[in-house]
Structure formats: structure tokens, C-alpha cells
């Protein structure tokens, strides 16, 4: 597998990076998974607290069922796995610093989207948490325990081609020193 990876430079990764809806037939391994899964626990995280679990999803029973009861995740019936990226609320954590496990969730999911066009796999974020009716379908699918959340699932798939990163930098959006 490892040959077959080209490591680019973090910028042009960052740059690069979109999201991929539609993928080739191409088995995505789960050596390739693990990759992901490790960048993704390589996120930053609140009081190094690491509140997240990861769900890989291979079987196409799973991938189909998730295709069906997400109205903006029709993609996963076509990807090679996906990756359910849960979080873990903290109760110890003083005040509101318990809800931080969601900005960690989402630097896992980014890390996971970068690894990804890393290794020139194509990837999307489907957003899950906070919507109530997609935490419960996911919960059911993935028998996940009523403690724990569905942040995200990340499709995944060896990309047809199609997609282009999008120029999004606006500098009108930036302020020096005050707004
Ligand atoms: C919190 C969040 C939720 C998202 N949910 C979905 C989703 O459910 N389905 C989907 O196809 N894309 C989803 N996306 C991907 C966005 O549509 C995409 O990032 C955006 O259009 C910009 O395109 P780019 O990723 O190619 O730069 C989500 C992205 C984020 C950050």
C-alpha cells in the first residue's frame, strides 16, 4: 500500500483538499482506514480530554442503510467505507467546557478529510451532530449507546476525477487588530 501513497507538502494537501461525492469501484482497505483513524486521533483536543470513538464501516449492509436514512449522505451507497466519527460528552469538565468535545470531533473529522487527499482518496463530511432525526438514525444503525454521539460521517471512496477544490479565500473577510 505504501508505495502507492504520495506524500504531498501540508499546504498543497490543505489547498487541494474537496469534497468527493462520487468514487470508483476501488476497495478502500482497512490498513488505508487505519491511516485515517490515526490522523484523525493526532487532532488537537481540549484538555487533551481525546472524547471520540471512531465506527470504520465497511460492510455495504451498513453503508447502504446510512445511504437510505441520510438525505444529504446519498453518497454512501456508492463509497468504499466510511468512517462515524463519535463523540463523548465530558461531565468533569467545569461549565460549558464539556460541549468542547464537539470542536474536537470536528478537528478529528478535518484531519480525517486531509489525510485522505493525502493519500488521493476522496472524502466527505457528512454532518450528523446536532440534528436530532440524523443522531437517531445513525445511533439505530450503527448500535451506538445513548452516552455517545454521531458527529460525522466521513464517505470515503477512490475519486472518479470529477471534483475540484473551490478558491474560497475572500480577503474582505479578514480584519487587522480589530474589526
Ligand atoms: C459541518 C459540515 C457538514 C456537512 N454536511 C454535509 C452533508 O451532509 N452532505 C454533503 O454532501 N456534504 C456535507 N458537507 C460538505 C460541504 O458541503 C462542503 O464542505 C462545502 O460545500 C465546501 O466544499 P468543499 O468541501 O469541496 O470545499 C458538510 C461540511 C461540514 C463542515
Not at 21 to 41: C, G, S, W
Not at 60 to 74: M, R
Request: charged share 20%.
Amino acid at each position: 500500500m505504501q508505495e502507492t501513497f504520495k506524500m504531498d507538502d501540508a499546504l498543497s494537501v490543505i489547498h487541494n483538499r474537496k469534497s468527493v461525492r462520487k468514487y470508483t469501484d476501488k476497495p478502500v482497505e482497512k490498513e488505508t482506514m487505519h491511516v485515517l483513524i490515526k490522523a484523525a486521533m493526532a487532532a488537537c483536543t481540549s484538555a487533551d480530554k481525546r472524547p471520540w470513538s471512531f465506527i470504520g464501516i465497511t460492510e455495504k449492509s451498513k453503508l447502504f442503510g446510512l445511504s437510505n436514512a441520510l438525505k444529504y449522505g446519498k453518497m454512501l451507497k456508492d463509497a468504499g467505507a466510511a468512517i462515524a466519527v463519535c463523540g463523548i460528552p465530558q461531565p468533569a469538565m467545569p461549565d460549558l467546557a464539556n460541549e468542547f468535545w464537539v470542536q474536537d470531533c470536528a478537528a478529528a473529522t478535518q484531519n480525517i478529510l486531509l489525510a485522505a487527499e493525502a493519500i488521493q482518496l476522496g472524502a466527505v463530511w457528512i454532518g450528523i451532530y446536532p440534528m436530532t432525526d440524523r443522531i437517531l438514525f445513525v445511533r439505530q444503525i450503527l448500535q451506538i449507546p445513548e452516552d455517545v454521539f454521531p458527529f460525522s460521517i466521513v464517505s470515503l471512496g477512490y475519486p472518479c476525477g470529477i471534483e475540484k477544490p473551490k478558491n474560497k479565500y475572500d480577503e474582505s473577510k479578514i480584519h487587522w487588530n480589530q474589526w
